[in-house]
T-cell receptor, first 110, second 116 residues
Framework: GENVEQHPSTLSVQEGDSAVIKCTYS??????FPWYKQELGKRPQLIIDIRSNVGEKKDQRIAVTLNKTAKHFSLHITETQPEDSAVYFC?????????FGTGTSLTVIP | NAGVTQTPKFRILKIGQSMTLQCTQDMNHNYMYWYRQDPGMGLKLIYYSVGAGITDKGEVPNGYNVSRSTTEDFPLRLELAAPSQTSVYFC???????????????FGNGTRLTVT
C-alpha cells in the first residue's frame, strides 16, 4: 500500500515568518493530495488540496507544491499568525483510499 | 446540513466489553470511512465503504467490524475491547467524484475511547 512520510514532526516559527511542511509518498498511482489542519480536540479540516495534473496551487497565505517525479509535495504558509498554530496532516489518495502522514505540530510564537 | 455526526463523544470501556460507535451523514455521500488516531501516528484507516451494502478493510481492521445498510449510517463495532484500541476514532465521508480525482474527506468530531 501507499506510504506517506511527513517532516518535520514539530515546527516553531515567529509570527510573520513562513512555515514549510514536506511530505513524500511511495505509490506513483496516487493522484490527489489534500492537506488538513487539526486544532486541539477538534476534527481535521481541509485547508487546501492539489491534483496530480497541477504543480502548484495557492489560496491566500497557503500554497501547495507537487513534484510527481520526486514523489513529494509541500505545504507553504506565509505571514504566519498565532491562529495558524495546529497540527497539519498531509495525505495521498489512490483508488478509494486516503493515506495520511504522521502530522506536523506547528507553533506560531507571537 | 449537520454534516458527519458521531456518537458518543467519549466512552470508557472495560477490557472484553463491546460497543458500537455511531456515524451518520446527511450529505448523501457515497463513501464513508473509519479512521483511528493515535498520538504521533497520524490517521490509520480501519474500514471504508463505497456505498450501501459494500464494505472493505483498511490498514488496521483487526478487532473491528462495520456494516453499511443505508447511505447515511456507517457504525463501527468493537468486539472484546482491548487496551490497544484506546484511541480517538474519526468517521469521514465524501461524495462520488466524476473523473480521475477523488473528492476531499469530511470528518466528524470524533469519539475518544479509553479501554481499561
Amino acid at each position: 500500500g501507499e506510504n506517506v512520510e511527513q517532516h518535520p514532526s514539530t515546527l516553531s516559527v515567529q509570527e510573520g515568518d513562513s512555515a514549510v511542511i514536506k511530505c513524500t509518498y511511495s505509490d506513483s498511482a496516487s493522484n490527489y493530495f489534500p492537506w488538513y489542519k487539526q486544532e486541539l480536540g477538534k476534527r481535521p479540516q481541509l485547508i487546501i488540496d492539489i491534483r496530480s495534473n497541477v504543480g502548484e496551487k495557492k489560496d491566500q497565505r497557503i500554497a501547495v507544491t507537487l513534484n510527481k517525479t520526486a514523489k513529494h509535495f509541500s505545504l507553504h504558509i506565509t505571514e504566519t499568525q498565532p491562529e495558524d498554530s495546529a497540527v497539519y496532516f498531509c495525505a495521498a489518495s489512490t483508488g478509494n483510499q486516503f493515506y495520511f502522514g504522521t502530522g506536523t505540530s506547528l507553533t506560531v510564537i507571537p | 446540513n449537520a454534516g458527519v455526526t458521531q456518537t458518543p463523544k467519549f466512552r470508557i470501556l472495560k477490557i472484553g466489553q463491546s460497543m458500537t460507535l455511531q456515524c451518520t451523514q446527511d450529505m448523501n455521500h457515497n463513501y464513508m470511512y473509519w479512521y483511528r488516531q493515535d498520538p504521533g501516528m497520524g490517521l490509520k484507516l480501519i474500514y471504508y465503504s463505497v456505498g450501501a451494502g459494500i464494505t472493505d478493510k483498511g490498514e488496521v481492521p483487526n478487532g473491528y467490524n462495520v456494516s453499511r445498510s443505508t447511505t447515511e449510517d456507517f457504525p463501527l463495532r468493537l468486539e472484546l475491547a482491548a487496551p490497544s484500541q484506546t484511541s480517538v476514532y474519526f468517521c469521514a465521508s465524501r461524495p462520488f467524484s466524476r473523473g480521475s480525482y477523488n473528492s476531499p474527506l469530511h470528518f466528524g468530531n470524533g469519539t475518544r475511547l479509553t479501554v481499561t
